[in-house]
């Protein structure tokens, strides 16, 4: 072989191996962000999934030097923003922020066409954002001071008590459903088109009942309009001292409110694991801590995988109680 041919080949050996070092450095992380990211909040804007991107986005903005895009796509029960992300190129640049009931409600209260999507098959899970307890608290007129109390009483006058939602589906509905039948009391649900008018009613006497965010209830427990008698998360919770968990009285009761973050399935691995990355780092700074407990929530991350671990989990607890009452948001 000729110097000249083995030139030409050390010349095509050393191109091949700068265009694959090329093509390699735009699958990094590091090559990742170039242009604004969105989050698509399936949600009208001034709701705990709205502050909960701004707060988070404005700290990932900071450390990727690109803006981070809050877009409310409300509508259909969260339902058409979540289709947006899914049918959205799987590049990073569009993610998802959920509450629990977009992923483990909604699939059972929405036919397929309303839906718009699957969530094991349309999502990649990056991380848990934020967690916050689910309050019950009575109207203060109704003779109960515990979680007993109120039980006796429901079960002394069947059916002539009443729980306020923020809707049919909602963690609300569901949450009061699911205590309904540990309890084995009968409750009737009065559906309200949001929290704020729910909790209106329920200050003013015209429903007895209800589980909700504690921002919305705790106002009127300080008036005393309301009575906290139990917190729906496994353990009481620090933000809300001497208010026990519903699940000391009814072992096994488990509602909370959490927030993630969804890519669309087939997102580069790099990429989702440089979002993780950072998002663990955001929930650990002192005012992103500050600013979610004034929402009265905590921060909290997650791997991709306890994420999609705990959307499974609840969907089973969800969807059977769902079925069960034949719950339909159509």
Not at 254 to 279: F, N
Request: with cysteine; proline share 8%.
């Amino acid at each position: 072989m000729n110097t000249k041919a083995i030139f030409s080949r050390r010349t095509l050996l050393a191109a091949a191996m700068l265009a694959f070092c090329v093509s390699g450095q735009a699958q990094t992380p590091a090559a990742w962000p170039n242009k604004p990211v969105r989050f698509i909040v399936p949600y009208t804007p001034g709701g705990s999934n709205d502050v909960v991107a701004r707060i988070i986005g404005q700290k990932l903005s900071d450390y990727w030097g690109q803006p981070v895009l809050v877009e409310n796509k409300p509508g259909v029960g969260g339902n058409i923003g979540a289709a947006f992300v899914a049918k959205s190129p799987a590049d990073g640049y569009t993610l998802l922020i959920t509450p629990n009931n977009l992923t483990t409600m909604n699939p059972y209260l929405y036919s397929k066409e309303k839906l718009g999507y699957e969530v094991a098959k349309d999502f990649e899970p990056i991380s848990m954002l934020a967690k916050g307890p689910i309050l019950l608290a009575v109207n203060a007129k109704l003779p109960v001071n515990s979680l007993e109390d109120l039980v006796a009483y429901a079960k002394a006058n069947p059916g002539r008590l009443s729980y306020a939602s923020a809707g049919v589906g909602t963690p609300h509905h569901l949450t009061a459903e699911l205590f309904k039948s540990m309890a084995g009391i009968d409750v009737l649900h009065i559906p309200y088109r949001g929290a704020s008018p729910a909790v209106t009613d329920l200050a003013g006497g015209q429903v007895q009942m209800m589980f909700g965010i504690p921002n919305s209830l705790m106002p009127f427990v300080k008036t005393g309009q309301l009575r906290a008698l139990g917190v729906g998360s496994k353990q009481p919770v620090s933000s809300l001292p001497g208010i026990p968990a519903v699940a000391a009285s009814f072992p096994g009761f488990d509602s909370d409110l959490w927030i993630g973050l969804l890519a669309p399935a087939g997102t580069p691995k790099e990429v989702t694991a440089k979002i993780r990355q950072d998002i663990t780092r955001a929930t650990r700074e002192v005012d992103v801590k500050g600013k979610l407990a004034a929402q009265g929530l905590q921060p909290e991350s997650s791997t991709g995988e306890e994420l999609k671990h705990t959307i499974q989990v609840e969907s089973a607890r969800w969807s059977k109680i769902i079925l069960e009452n034949k719950i339909t948001a159509e």
